[in-house]
């Protein structure tokens, strides 16, 4: 079966720190891997997706990038944080081979930048 | 104009009740169609696809109208563990990226 793993699962960083969170799925190939982020009381907004290695497009501009350097591993960054960036974020995959798939979400990543 | 919108609730009700939330979406095109529910501090779970023929599961009902373009969820004989963030979520037709939308949430608190 698949699974998704997706970690720390809370973090509390200084504004101007870096940030690197990492997202894992197992049991799958060439999934569609995303970042979302939930502020607090706000819905969920797409932030990046990618299609493969290398492959990341970007939904709104703003402070953090995205990699996809294996197939299985999405890595979400900043350089420097602001206090904006405190929110929820969730990585999730689907499998567009499956017809109307559903995505499938980490456990997330609460975020607070002091 | 917000590609999927939600009642914006919250809605709290009598354990038993029968709740419904609604759903609008913008894109005649959109394919799948999805309610997910979310609890408190958690990570958005799949709670049923929502087909063209309408279907259920258990308590809870899903219907499309897309005519109207409007997604429901129903949900009789309410218990307490169903308090959650519902999600109407939409998927593009035709899109090789799954790009999926997700309205802001109905929040639902279901009192003993």
């Known amino acids: 079966s698949q699974t998704i793993h997706q970690w720390p699962a809370t973090l509390v960083q200084p504004v101007g720190s870096p940030l690197s969170l990492e997202c894992t799925v197992e049991g799958t190939s060439n999934p569609n891997l995303y970042w979302y982020r939930q502020a607090a009381g706000r819905g969920l907004q797409l932030l990046f997706y990618?299609?493969?290695?290398?492959?990341i497009s970007s939904e709104v501009p703003q402070n953090l990038s995205a990699s996809r350097p294996q197939d299985r591993q999405f890595i979400l960054s900043s350089k420097k944080l602001l206090l904006s960036d405190s929110g929820f974020y969730l990585c999730?995959?689907?499998?567009?081979?499956?017809?109307?798939?559903?995505?499938?979400f980490g456990q997330g990543t609460r975020l607070t930048v002091v | 104009r917000k590609e999927v919108e939600q009642d914006p609730g919250p809605f709290n009700v009598p354990e038993g009740a029968t709740v419904a939330f609604n759903c609008t979406y913008s894109?005649?095109?959109?394919?799948?169609f999805f309610w997910y529910r979310q609890d408190c501090r958690k990570e958005p779970k799949l709670l049923m696809s929502v087909y063209s023929s309408g279907n259920e599961d258990g308590r809870f009902t899903a219907q499309l109208n897309r005519a109207s373009q409007y997604i429901s969820l129903l949900i009789r004989d309410s218990k307490l563990s169903d308090s959650a963030t519902y999600l109407c979520v939409v998927n593009d037709r035709g899109s090789t990226l799954g790009r999926l939308y997700f309205g802001r949430g109905t929040q639902l608190t279901v009192w003993p």
């Open positions: 894109n005649s095109a959109s394919q799948s």
């Open positions: 999730a995959w689907s499998d567009l081979r499956v017809l109307n798939t559903e995505a499938f």
């Open positions: 990618s299609v493969g290695i290398g492959q």
